[in-house]
């Protein structure tokens, strides 16, 4: 069984383009979620998808941030435009409705310039 | 609000001694706790994890964790080390009031001394 795939695995841009981070979440887990993790800090939670629903999306910083779920498959998180503090690694992870454990993907690591 | 704390950023113990990683949480009830590790170039993977039950929980790896109600805690163990087991160790906590949103710690970082 396929895990949890992220693509890209690192970006680097610079200040004021756009990147779009994508998620794979494991075939049938409803459960989807954005973390990012900034300079060896905690892992800090963003959002949660139910299916193709925010369900929560209190930790999103800002309105540069832009995370979809089409057809409660795969997601993207957009960041536009990119700011130096948006450095950091963009975790996803998935889980099957209600267990509470995650299954985490590699991450994506980006780099503002 | 909710958190968790690790406070040792950095241990380093030699290959073959034991381990034990703290965590403390700060939440009104009992919350669902883990420990995540990730090694170098990987994702999270899940440890282990509590949810009720037995205050001790195995997991994988052969690692342990306690669950102390008194001391808010959820320490993770180890009795003998291997040089494969450096990597970064998060606890965490899931805030399941609110849509199981699961809330990490900083992270530990572990160095195995040959």
């Known amino acids: 069984e396929a895990g949890v795939t992220q693509f890209p695995s690192h970006s680097v841009i610079e200040k004021g383009q756009t990147v779009t981070l994508r998620c794979d979440p494991i075939s049938g887990h409803d459960n989807l979620y954005w973390y990012r993790r900034v300079m060896g800090k905690e892992i800090k939670f963003l959002l949660h998808?139910?299916?193709?629903?925010?369900?929560?999306e209190s930790g999103m910083p800002n309105n540069r941030f832009l995370a979809e779920r089409t057809g409660g498959t795969y997601s993207t998180l957009k960041v536009q435009p990119a700011e130096l503090e948006d450095s950091g690694v963009y975790f996803c992870?998935?889980?099957?409705?209600?267990?509470?454990?995650?299954?985490f993907g590699e991450g994506s690591r980006l780099t503002v310039l | 609000a909710q958190s968790v704390t690790q406070p040792d950023i950095h241990i380093t113990v030699s290959e073959g001694a034991s381990l034990e990683l703290r965590c403390n949480y700060s939440y009104g009830a009992t919350p669902y706790l883990f420990w995540y590790v990730q090694s170098p170039g990987q994702g999270l993977q899940l440890l282990l994890k509590y949810f009720s039950g037995d205050t001790l929980v195995q997991g994988i790896k052969g690692f342990e964790a306690e669950f102390k109600r008194s001391q808010s805690s959820f320490n993770l163990r180890k009795p003998s080390v291997h040089w494969s087991d450096a990597a970064e160790y998060f606890c965490?906590?899931?805030?399941?009031?609110?849509?199981?949103?699961?809330?990490f710690g900083s992270g530990t970082r572990l160095s195995i001394r040959p």
């Open positions: 992870a998935s889980s099957p409705s209600g267990t509470g454990e995650l299954f």
């Open positions: 998808f139910v299916k193709e629903s925010k369900q929560d």
């Open positions: 965490a906590v899931d805030d399941y009031s609110s849509a199981s949103k699961i809330i």
